[in-house]
């Protein structure tokens, strides 16, 4: 079978894949491997959970789902309402619980949901412990009763203390700044453009009046036209967007150009390396972040230390080996020093403190990397376990020859698809088209099904 969780959490269409039944069943295995609550018999206390969702209407279902399975399992739970990932990850921290649990699927159209489980400190949780989760499924439980059952409190009032989190980390008021924050009709609707007043901004907010269907529906981080518009047409200093569940953020300046997560990298770790702040002088990026980044970087002093796709691989890393600034180009940005994992309203408030201390336009501090263009060629219906081919990397190594220095190339199986992604950056657009169309063809010919 396959597994059941993927990058993200379990994710599916609430209602088809993601049914009531599951949810509940996720909350039980995960009562038992998180919170363990047969461990803490001796202590005389119940293991604790918090549990957030984004505006969803499956959210609802989902939640109350959730919620049982956890109250049965004889853990209390902490019902959050409506707040960004991070704020659960966050919140899951700051009061001490075993466990957290986020109820959404990101980016993903309103039909969507997904379950994503935090461990104790507000983590994401390994493969490992996710698969013992998937393993316990279905297992034959012993249900407390009577004074064992858990309690279930409503505990929307802490939002405030995220909101208040956030504020603490940032260096600059940003009074005088016009900023135009897209919510993406989803969890951050109410906490983003709080926060963004009480650190001084003028705000305009779009995208901020979630009705269940809405989420990502024309806004936030994936559809960046209607705020670059309302930014340019406002005469705002800048525009950040959310995705549906907050944890990434895209950012425009005041001409409309969108800065993506690896301009907002290069501002934040060349600001923080200026301070001193920067550990070990190193950000970490995905091996998707563009070439100029590294370039960037270099010139600046800054060390690059590459991972595989995916922020739950840059937290890793970072947490390995010391590291306090890294994400991805889509937006995931993480900053340890304050959070435990990509905060888009994190993000924007400490790109918003830069731009305020510093007194210089979005603009003209994105313009420390120059991007260097980027072909994305994804071939379809081919064996992707015949990516690492001897043809197919001879290929690879004669592009990468007469690229040099000024461009790279990626190939790379999709982790869901029969696809090999063929990615190829160069100089000039004309030459990264050539170079991926080249290569596409011979991915095609040793690799075809």
């Given at each position: 079978m396959a597994r059941l969780f993927g990058t993200d959490g379990v994710r599916g269409v609430a209602g088809?894949?993601?049914?009531?039944?599951?949810?509940?069943?996720?909350?039980?295995?995960?009562?038992?491997?998180?919170?363990?609550?047969?461990?803490?018999?001796?202590?005389?206390?119940?293991?604790?959970?918090?549990?957030?969702?984004?505006?969803?209407?499956?959210?609802?279902?989902?939640?109350?789902?959730?919620?049982?399975?956890?109250?049965?399992?004889?853990?209390?739970?902490?019902?959050?309402?409506?707040?960004?990932?991070?704020?659960?990850?966050?919140?899951?921290?700051?009061?001490?619980?075993?466990l957290g649990v986020m109820l959404s699927a990101s980016h993903n159209p309103a039909p969507d949901n997904g379950i994503k489980f935090l461990a104790?400190?507000?983590?994401?949780?390994?493969?490992?412990?996710?698969?013992?989760?998937?393993?316990?499924?279905?297992?034959?439980?012993?249900?407390?009763?009577?004074?064992?059952?858990?309690?279930?409190?409503?505990?929307?009032?802490?939002?405030?203390?995220?909101?208040?989190?956030?504020?603490?980390?940032?260096?600059?008021?940003?009074?005088?700044?016009?900023?135009?924050?897209?919510?993406?009709?989803?969890?951050?609707?109410?906490?983003?453009?709080?926060?963004?007043?009480?650190?001084?901004?003028?705000?305009?907010?779009?995208?901020?009046?979630?009705?269940?269907?809405?989420?990502?529906?024309?806004h936030g981080s994936t559809h960046l036209d209607k705020l670059r518009q309302v930014v340019v047409s406002r005469a705002a200093d800048v525009g950040v967007a959310y995705d549906g569940d907050a944890d990434r953020c895209l950012a425009v300046d005041h001409t409309g150009a969108v800065v993506d997560g690896d301009h907002i990298m290069a501002v934040l770790?060349?600001?923080?390396?200026?301070?001193?702040?920067?550990?070990?002088?190193?950000?970490?990026?995905?091996?998707?972040?563009n070439l100029g980044f590294k370039l960037?970087?270099?010139?600046?002093?800054?060390?690059?230390?590459?991972?595989?796709?995916?922020?739950?691989y840059v937290l890793?890393?970072?947490?390995?080996?010391?590291?306090?600034?890294?994400?991805?180009?889509s937006g995931h940005v993480i900053m340890l020093d304050h959070a435990t994992t990509g905060d888009g309203l994190l993000t924007s408030l400490q790109l918003l403190s830069v731009m305020a201390k510093s007194g210089v336009p979005l603009k003209e501090l994105a313009s420390v990397m120059t991007p260097l263009p980027q072909v994305l060629i994804n071939v379809k219906d081919v064996d992707k376990d015949r990516a690492s081919a001897p043809e197919l990397a001879a290929a690879v190594a004669e592009a990468e020859a007469e690229l040099g220095e000024t461009g790279r190339v990626l190939i790379r199986p999709s982790g869901t698809e029969p696809m090999i992604r063929v990615m190829v950056e160069a100089a000039s657009e004309e030459h990264a088209t050539m170079v991926a169309a080249r290569l596409a063809d011979v991915v095609r010919k040793v690799c075809g099904v």
């Amino acid at each position: 079978m396959a597994r059941l969780f993927g990058t993200d959490g379990v994710r599916g269409v609430a209602g088809r894949d993601l049914t009531a039944e599951l949810a509940m069943d996720l909350s039980v295995a995960a009562a038992h491997v998180l919170g363990d609550a047969g461990a803490f018999a001796a202590t005389g206390r119940r293991p604790v959970a918090v549990v957030g969702r984004d505006p969803r209407a499956s959210g609802e279902f989902l939640e109350a789902a959730v919620v049982a399975g956890l109250a049965a399992s004889g853990v209390d739970v902490l019902r959050l309402g409506v707040l960004p990932t991070p704020a659960v990850a966050h919140l899951t921290a700051a009061l001490g619980a075993d466990l957290g649990v986020m109820l959404s699927a990101s980016h993903n159209p309103a039909p969507d949901n997904g379950i994503k489980f935090l461990a104790r400190g507000g983590f994401k949780l390994s493969d490992a412990v996710e698969d013992e989760i998937e393993r316990r499924l279905g297992e034959e439980w012993s249900f407390p009763v009577g004074s064992g059952v858990g309690r279930v409190r409503d505990a929307y009032g802490e939002a405030d203390r995220y909101i208040s989190h956030v504020l603490t980390t940032m260096n600059a008021r940003l009074d005088g700044l016009h900023v135009v924050v897209d919510c993406a009709h989803g969890a951050a609707h109410m906490v983003a453009p709080e926060a963004l007043v009480r650190a001084g901004a003028r705000v305009e907010a779009i995208g901020a009046r979630p009705d269940g269907l809405n989420i990502n529906d024309g806004h936030g981080s994936t559809h960046l036209d209607k705020l670059r518009q309302v930014v340019v047409s406002r005469a705002a200093d800048v525009g950040v967007a959310y995705d549906g569940d907050a944890d990434r953020c895209l950012a425009v300046d005041h001409t409309g150009a969108v800065v993506d997560g690896d301009h907002i990298m290069a501002v934040l770790a060349t600001a923080l390396h200026s301070e001193g702040l920067l550990a070990k002088d190193t950000v970490v990026a995905t091996v998707m972040s563009n070439l100029g980044f590294k370039l960037a970087m270099r010139e600046a002093g800054i060390s690059v230390v590459e991972t595989a796709v995916g922020d739950r691989y840059v937290l890793e890393r970072m947490k390995a080996d010391g590291y306090n600034l890294g994400g991805e180009q889509s937006g995931h940005v993480i900053m340890l020093d304050h959070a435990t994992t990509g905060d888009g309203l994190l993000t924007s408030l400490q790109l918003l403190s830069v731009m305020a201390k510093s007194g210089v336009p979005l603009k003209e501090l994105a313009s420390v990397m120059t991007p260097l263009p980027q072909v994305l060629i994804n071939v379809k219906d081919v064996d992707k376990d015949r990516a690492s081919a001897p043809e197919l990397a001879a290929a690879v190594a004669e592009a990468e020859a007469e690229l040099g220095e000024t461009g790279r190339v990626l190939i790379r199986p999709s982790g869901t698809e029969p696809m090999i992604r063929v990615m190829v950056e160069a100089a000039s657009e004309e030459h990264a088209t050539m170079v991926a169309a080249r290569l596409a063809d011979v991915v095609r010919k040793v690799c075809g099904v």
